[in-house]
């Protein structure tokens, strides 16, 4: 086999901090199904092992790899599963020292330099957009008859753009490459590799399986302050054209039976000339297909909330963290309270689900000003709220300025999950306060009498009383 996709093992209960049943929300890599498509393409033999939605070991992964071992094996890693990849990579590099390694994904583009000095497990790390990136390593690595020869041409490896490579133990990091001008030349995600009958959302994003992810969107215009998707697409957006985004859902439908489609684009609505010829293609081909999506409150209005719900749309993750308008500022979000009321009222207008996301322990925040957002999230009185606790995550500016509003723990990258409190503002006394606080939150919006009954009058199939059981069981676990 030419490469091995993987990616590393980490337990559903490991990624929420805590036990949440078998809710679900296991999601698909589709960023390394995306450049197994792209080598594929090209003419390599490819593999791709989602660790997490078999429960595999380090072991399990490399007894699988000696049936047919790789020339190449692909980590990747966002920050709390750093250390994971790690360990990962070690075992491999043990048992196949031959095997080139390499690294990608937001931790490696994020701390490039850093992970290459303090790792001798990875040969060389691939920072920003992987596709072209990839392509031109193994078109450089496939001319040397060995890994060492190759590592030791120090030469060769300069010209290669979007990589870190140590070489006598000096970290080089090459200048980064360009952008993929036109996501429609990229061929659909390698879905073929994953068992994709597993991967059911959680009961909040789906009513009808089998629900399909998809991303049809790269990059976002906006700059918060505790967000690292800036680090790796920079203030842009491009994305597929309607034609072909529609086409891929076409493709799911006939292939996999999709009937649901849950996009997983930060924001789906960034350019609503693009939305709405989506939404267009859709209804003129006369595709019956349900979806959900990702938007920002500013970035709807009632024409295009009304064209989305005609074209199957039944739900929009709206992040909204505070109702504090300080607090909003303090973070870099770019919008007003008014905006975020305006939004909830439209969606619901037109007949579309919200799932809202608040944050707790925002910098400048107290304990009665968290007390604020609970209530905010009960005053909007959307479907479903989620609670995280605020992760000032590398890469973001959070990151750099958490000195000024609270104290950081840097120390294990493991607790970076958004579950857990790694940052303490000074408005908190202690770190266990913003755990009951985050802990209330979900008590205080779900266990309301209105909030129960109001989903009780909504339940319509058997299905809808298992989905809406499993997501009681993911609630639960958040507030014991």
Same mark, same amino acid.
């Given at each position: 086999?030419?490469?091995?996709?993987?990616?590393?093992?980490?337990?559903?209960?490991?990624?929420?901090?805590?036990? !949440?049943?078998?809710?679900?929300?296991?999601?698909?890599?589709?960023?390394?199904?995306?450049?197994?498509?792209?080598?594929?393409?090209?003419?390599?033999?490819?593999?791709?092992?989602?660790?997490?939605?078999?429960? *595999?070991?380090?072991?399990? +992964?490399?007894?699988?790899?000696?049936?047919?071992?790789?020339?190449? !094996?692909?980590?990747?890693?966002?920050?709390?599963?750093?250390?994971?990849?790690?360990? %990962?990579?070690?075992?491999?590099?043990?048992?196949?020292?031959?095997?080139?390694?390499?690294?990608?994904?937001?931790?490696?583009?994020?701390?490039?330099?850093?992970?290459?000095?303090?790792?001798?497990?990875?040969?060389?790390?691939?920072?920003?957009?992987?596709?072209?990136?990839?392509?031109?390593?193994?078109?450089? *690595?496939?001319? *040397?008859?060995?890994?060492?020869?190759?590592?030791?041409?120090?030469?060769?490896?300069?010209?290669?753009?979007?990589?870190?490579?140590?070489?006598?133990?000096?970290?080089?990091?090459?200048?980064?490459?360009? @952008?993929?001008?036109?996501?429609?030349?990229?061929?659909?995600?390698?879905?073929?590799?994953?068992?994709?009958?597993?991967?059911?959302?959680?009961?909040?994003? *789906?009513?009808? +399986?089998?629900?399909?992810?998809?991303?049809?969107?790269?990059?976002?215009?906006?700059? %918060?302050?505790?967000?690292?998707?800036?680090?790796?697409?920079?203030? =842009?957006?491009?994305?597929?054209?309607?034609?072909?985004?529609?086409?891929?859902?076409?493709?799911?439908?006939?292939?996999?039976?999709? =009937?649901?489609?849950?996009?997983?684009?930060?924001?789906?609505?960034?350019?609503?000339?693009?939305?709405? @010829?989506?939404?267009?293609?859709?209804?003129?081909?006369?595709?019956?297909?349900?979806?959900?999506?990702?938007?920002?409150?500013? %970035?709807?209005?009632?024409?295009?909330?009304?064209?989305?719900?005609?074209?199957?749309?039944?739900?929009?993750?709206?992040?909204?963290?505070?109702?504090?308008?300080?607090?909003?500022?303090?973070?870099?979000?770019?919008?007003? !309270?008014?905006?975020?009321?305006?939004?909830?009222?439209?969606?619901?207008?037109?007949?579309?689900?919200?799932?809202?996301?608040?944050?707790?322990?925002?910098?400048?925040?107290?304990?009665?000003?968290?007390?604020?957002?609970?209530?905010?999230?009960?005053? +909007?009185?959307?479907?479903?709220?989620?609670?995280?606790?605020?992760?000032?995550?590398?890469?973001?500016?959070?990151?750099?300025?958490?000195?000024?509003?609270?104290?950081?723990?840097?120390?294990?990258?493991?607790?970076?999950?958004?579950?857990?409190?790694?940052?303490?503002?000074?408005?908190?006394?202690?770190?266990?306060?913003?755990?009951? +606080?985050?802990?209330?939150?979900?008590?205080?919006?779900?266990?309301?009498?209105?909030?129960?009954?109001?989903?009780?009058?909504?339940?319509?199939?058997?299905?809808?009383?298992?989905?809406?059981?499993?997501?009681?069981?993911?609630?639960?676990?958040?507030?014991?």
């Amino acid at each position: 086999m030419d490469i091995l996709f993987i990616s590393p093992p980490l337990s559903v209960d490991e990624r929420y901090g805590k036990s !949440v049943g078998n809710a679900g929300g296991h999601l698909p890599p589709l960023g390394l199904a995306a450049l197994a498509a792209y080598v594929r393409k090209k003419g390599r033999t490819v593999n791709l092992i989602d660790s997490l939605i078999f429960d *595999y070991t380090n072991d399990d +992964l490399i007894n699988i790899a000696e049936k047919d071992p790789p020339k190449v !094996v692909c980590l990747t890693a966002i920050t709390s599963v750093f250390n994971r990849s790690t360990e %990962c990579a070690k075992a491999f590099q043990k048992r196949f020292p031959n095997t080139l390694i390499i690294l990608g994904g937001h931790h490696a583009t994020i701390h490039s330099i850093k992970v290459m000095e303090e790792n001798d497990c990875f040969d060389i790390l691939a920072y920003g957009e992987g596709e072209l990136t990839l392509m031109d390593i193994l078109e450089k *690595y496939e001319k *040397y008859e060995t890994k060492e020869a190759f590592l030791k041409n120090k030469k060769i490896l300069l010209t290669i753009d979007g990589i870190a490579f140590k070489h006598n133990n000096e970290v080089t990091k090459n200048k980064a490459r360009a @952008d993929i001008p036109n996501l429609d030349d990229l061929p659909f995600a390698a879905r073929d590799l994953l068992p994709m009958e597993k991967y059911i959302p959680l009961p909040n994003q *789906y009513k009808r +399986l089998p629900s399909m992810h998809m991303l049809a969107i790269r990059g976002c215009v906006f700059s %918060c302050d505790f967000c690292s998707n800036p680090a790796i697409f920079g203030n =842009k957006f491009r994305a597929r054209s309607p034609k072909k985004t529609v086409e891929e859902i076409k493709l799911l439908v006939d292939k996999y039976g999709a =009937k649901e489609i849950s996009f997983w684009d930060d924001l789906f609505t960034i350019n609503k000339k693009w939305t709405e @010829d989506v939404c267009d293609e859709i209804i003129a081909q006369g595709i019956d297909i349900t979806w959900t999506c990702y938007a920002r409150a500013d %970035c709807v209005n009632e024409r295009i909330l009304q064209k989305m719900a005609k074209a199957g749309c039944w739900n929009i993750f709206y992040g909204i963290e505070t109702g504090n308008q300080q607090l909003l500022d303090n973070i870099n979000k770019r919008l007003k !309270v008014q905006q975020i009321k305006d939004a909830v009222k439209w969606t619901k207008e037109a007949g579309i689900e919200i799932r809202a996301s608040f944050i707790i322990g925002l910098p400048g925040e107290t304990l009665e000003l968290g007390e604020e957002t609970i209530n905010f999230a009960i005053e +909007l009185d959307p479907d479903y709220a989620q609670f995280c606790i605020n992760t000032p995550f590398p890469g973001t500016k959070l990151w750099d300025t958490a000195d000024q509003w609270g104290a950081l723990d840097k120390s294990n990258f493991d607790k970076y999950t958004i579950w857990e409190p790694v940052f303490l503002p000074f408005g908190y006394k202690d770190k266990n306060q913003l755990i009951q +606080l985050n802990k209330k939150a979900f008590r205080k919006f779900y266990l309301r009498p209105k909030y129960i009954m109001g989903r009780l009058k909504k339940l319509k199939s058997f299905e809808d009383v298992k989905r809406y059981a499993k997501g009681a069981r993911f609630v639960l676990g958040f507030t014991s």
